[in-house]
């Protein structure tokens, strides 16, 4: 099925109306318009494959990226008008994908798990509660020994202005017992002009799911 096909309208497609105001303008600046660099290493990487989950999916680029290197890619997120997007440039590039409205904390509702799954700037949107609830959800939907790839803003970007800040050590805690990090090394998220720099400060990690809770 191609995406833009997949329209059911379930519970979880509640609208989100702040999210779907950032789409309704110009690009918000996380939505570049071609994947971030870092994930195109790991496709390149042969890393994003098997069936694979992006969280936080936006306008679906890096879902898009791991459909065209073999992955049977899937993209939520909680916007409804970025889910539109998605699909629509999807169907528009003949990618073979699909997409749903989904709330992050609730991946036990997909009723499936992932060899693989990609979070590109959605970890540092939560506060302390729904981090625990996410990555909860995280541990859910991976299957033991399934790799998480995660990019989320760096505590070393200075200045006040974008999402939270993490540091190693919220990122180390919020992977505990249930998990293995792999790597955790500083990369960079591009970004639209508007805010003065081309790039931002990020954390990039792999992490493993183990198989006991």
Same mark, same amino acid.
Request: proline share 7%; glycine share 10%; aromatic share 8%.
């Given at each position: 099925?191609?995406?833009?096909?997949?329209?059911?309208?379930?519970? =979880?497609?509640?609208?989100?109306?702040?999210? #779907?105001?950032?789409? =309704?303008?110009?690009?918000? *600046?996380? #939505? @570049?318009?071609?994947?971030?660099?870092?994930f195109?290493?790991?496709?390149?990487?042969? &890393?994003?494959?098997?069936?694979?989950?992006?969280?936080?999916? +936006? !306008?679906?680029?890096? !879902?898009?990226?791991?459909?065209?290197?073999?992955?049977?890619? /899937?993209?939520i997120?909680?916007?409804?008008?970025? @889910?539109e997007l998605?699909?629509?440039?999807?169907? $528009?590039? +003949?990618?073979?994908?699909?997409?749903?409205? $989904?709330?992050a904390?609730?991946l036990? &509702?997909?009723?499936e798990?992932?060899?693989?799954?990609?979070?590109?700037?959605l970890?540092?949107?939560?506060?302390?509660?729904?981090?625990i609830?996410?990555?909860?959800?995280?541990?859910?939907?991976?299957?033991p020994?399934?790799h998480?790839?995660?990019?989320?803003?760096?505590?070393?970007? *200075?200045?006040?202005?974008?999402?939270?800040?993490?540091t190693?050590g919220?990122?180390?805690?919020?992977?505990?017992s249930?998990?293995? @990090? #792999?790597s955790?090394?500083?990369d960079?998220f591009?970004?639209?002009?508007?805010?003065?720099?081309?790039?931002?400060?990020?954390?990039l990690?792999?992490? /493993?799911?183990?198989?006991?809770?």
């Amino acid at each position: 099925m191609l995406a833009g096909e997949n329209e059911d309208v379930t519970e =979880a497609d509640a609208p989100h109306p702040d999210w #779907d105001d950032s789409y =309704a303008g110009p690009p918000p *600046p996380w #939505d @570049i318009g071609r994947p971030q660099p870092a994930f195109v290493r790991l496709a390149e990487d042969g &890393t994003l494959t098997g069936a694979l989950l992006d969280a936080g999916c +936006g !306008t679906g680029e890096h !879902t898009i990226l791991a459909a065209l290197h073999d992955a049977r890619a /899937v993209g939520i997120d909680v916007s409804r008008r970025a @889910i539109e997007l998605a699909r629509r440039k999807a169907a $528009l590039r +003949g990618i073979d994908a699909s997409f749903q409205v $989904l709330d992050a904390r609730h991946l036990d &509702t997909l009723g499936e798990t992932f060899d693989t799954i990609v979070d590109s700037g959605l970890f540092h949107v939560f506060d302390d509660p729904a981090r625990i609830h996410y990555v909860t959800a995280l541990h859910t939907a991976l299957r033991p020994g399934g790799h998480l790839h995660l990019m989320c803003f760096s505590d070393r970007q *200075p200045g006040d202005w974008g999402p939270r800040r993490v540091t190693e050590g919220e990122l180390r805690a919020a992977f505990g017992s249930s998990w293995r @990090i #792999d790597s955790l090394a500083p990369d960079r998220f591009e970004i639209n002009p508007g805010l003065g720099t081309p790039t931002a400060e990020a954390w990039l990690a792999d992490v /493993v799911r183990l198989a006991h809770r």
